[in-house]
């Protein structure tokens, strides 16, 4: 559960106003133990938020670099919350995500690096993807 203050700080810290859509949508996603779709954190927010400001706020966040993007192997884009330092770049050599093929949670596991991976001669990378399935610590238990 990430506490309001560390809500605050990292609002500070991205150099964005305090809105109170800002606060409930990063509340949520830094609340969540996974990456979390558009639509979950529009069901998570108690107080009435109009999808559009929802939207809003998730791209702004993302162009931010506060949360970034979950690739699935479905076409469901999900959102995790990143550390407070986190930026756009940072995000380039970023973690490995992980996939419960069992409660289908995608987990960011941010402590696992992406390898480093050489490419052929002409070829340049500007995103890079680590996804790996299986069945997550909670399942397992
Ligand atoms: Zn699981
Ligand atoms: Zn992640």
Do not use: W
Not at 3 to 28: E, F, G, N, W
Not at 102 to 121: E, G, T
């Amino acid at each position: 559960m990430a506490s309001p203050d560390r809500i605050s700080q990292t609002l500070t810290h991205h150099k964005l106003r305090h809105t109170p859509v800002r606060r409930a949508v990063l509340q949520v996603l830094s609340s969540s133990p996974f990456a979390l779709s558009g639509h979950e954190v529009e069901q998570q927010i108690s107080s009435e938020v109009d999808r559009i400001t929802l939207y809003r706020t998730l791209k702004t966040f993302e162009e931010s670099g506060l949360i970034h993007r979950v690739i699935d192997t479905s076409d469901t884009v999900r959102y995790a919350a990143c550390s407070i330092e986190c930026s756009v770049q940072a995000h380039f050599d970023n973690h490995v995500h992980f996939k419960c093929t069992n409660c289908q949670h995608i987990y960011c596991l941010n402590q696992v690096a992406i390898p480093a991976v050489a490419l052929p001669p002409g070829f340049e990378a500007d995103t890079r993807d680590y996804l790996l399935a299986g069945v997550c610590r909670e399942c397992k238990e």
